[in-house]
């Protein structure tokens, strides 16, 4: 029975309120919860992307990701978007990931070490003609370092902005802040992450 | 930020500040012509600023290529089966609940049954001396007592 009805959910898919399939899956037809899985499988993997850059590690966040949703599915008041929870789920869960694995305390502890300036992209290859050079690992990690000497809540801004392309009213939303707040977050971000970047260290602000 | 300065770009001069700010528009096409223009010249003639284009051009790439990472295919079906399993043990969790719970729940309600009875009889027996026999009833002697055929007898 619950067959034909994925079979028939799945044609059918935008056209039905995902409050009402919400309603049946807590009713007890758990198969329409692939559904959503399915729909917005690429949507958390991204975003895990933006905080641990490894497709590994980004695909266990987002299998965590869908299991928390489904166990907490009871909780979900449908005051917002099923999707915005969904993100702040995927925030949390990648946030959660990155403290565990103690990466921002190390790069912070050696930088307050030595004082000095973190290798740039100078030092990492030439940028001479950056639209010829091939991507690799070392690349990765050099953004993702970047990334990862941000606060909290500016790496969340940044990553909602730069890999799901979300406009300030959506983050604002996400992050249960005002556009403004948003606004100012991306602002600090992107002026950091040049320094960052570029191989300046920059002052420490919230 | 883009709209403020190209409502004042008659009174603002390109400087690497502003330049920085408005790199990522550039890079996005969103600057409108004049002020790609004043940009353009500035990076021609600035190494800092031509080299943190050069930079953010990179990230850019990294990013995009990261954005584009497919993601496990067969995810759903993964997410399935930890549900599946998932709502199992809750099953064998609550039906064992009840297997234990109903034995215990019928042995109680019998034992509370044999109790109220013994109460209601205890509250039935006459108080005090109960099961004593009076003290004239013990001074007669079954042998001086007429026989029942002496009654009889008219």
Redesign the interface.
């Given at each position: 029975m619950s067959g034909i009805f994925l079979r028939a959910y799945f044609r059918n898919q935008f056209e039905m309120n995902e409050n009402e399939l919400i309603k049946l899956i807590l009713q007890g037809e758990?198969?329409m919860?692939?559904i959503f899985?399915?729909k917005y499988?690429?949507m958390?993997?991204?975003t895990c992307?933006?905080f641990v850059?490894n497709?590994e590690d980004?695909?266990d966040l987002?299998?965590e990701v869908?299991?928390h949703a489904?166990?907490s599915l009871p909780d979900f008041k449908m005051k917002s978007a099923f999707s915005t929870w969904l993100y702040r789920i995927a925030v949390n869960a990648s946030l959660n990931k990155v403290r565990r694995s103690g990466r921002i305390s190390f790069i912070d502890w050696i930088e307050s070490l030595f004082g000095s300036e973190s290798p740039?992209?100078?030092q990492l290859?030439d940028?001479?003609d950056?639209?010829n050079?091939i991507?690799k690992k070392e690349?990765?990690q050099?953004?993702q370092r970047?990334l990862d000497s941000l606060p909290e809540k500016q790496r969340t801004a940044i990553v909602l902005s730069?890999?799901e392309d979300l406009s300030q009213k959506e983050i604002a939303e996400i992050m249960k802040t005002s556009e403004g707040a948003v606004e100012a977050l991306l602002h600090r971000a992107?002026k950091n992450?040049?320094e960052k970047?570029?191989g300046r260290i920059p002052k420490k602000n919230k | 930020m883009i709209s403020f300065v190209s409502n004042h770009k008659s009174q603002l001069k390109m400087n690497c500040q502003l330049c920085q700010e408005i790199l990522e528009a550039y890079q996005e096409g969103k600057l409108p012509a004049g002020m790609m223009t004043q940009l353009e010249s500035h990076l021609e003639t600035c190494d800092s600023c031509k080299k943190l284009s050069e930079i953010q051009l990179l990230a850019n790439r990294v990013i995009k290529l990261e954005k584009e990472t497919d993601s496990d295919p067969f995810l759903a079906t993964r997410v399935m089966a930890h549900i599946e399993r998932f709502e199992d043990e809750r099953l064998k969790t609550s039906s064992l609940g009840v297997r234990i719970s109903r034995p215990a729940l019928i042995t109680m309600s019998l034992a509370a049954a044999v109790l109220f009875g013994i109460m209601l009889g205890n509250l039935s027996r006459p108080a005090g001396n109960a099961g004593m026999v009076p003290v004239e009833f013990a001074l007669i002697n079954d042998a001086s007592l007429e026989s029942v055929d002496f009654l009889s007898l008219e």
């Open positions: 758990r198969d919860f692939r899985v399915e499988r690429q958390v993997f991204r992307m933006g850059h497709k980004a695909d987002t299998q869908f299991i489904y166990r740039g992209a100078g290859f940028t001479n950056p639209e050079i991507i690349h990765s050099w953004l970047a730069k890999y992107k992450l040049r970047l570029s | -």
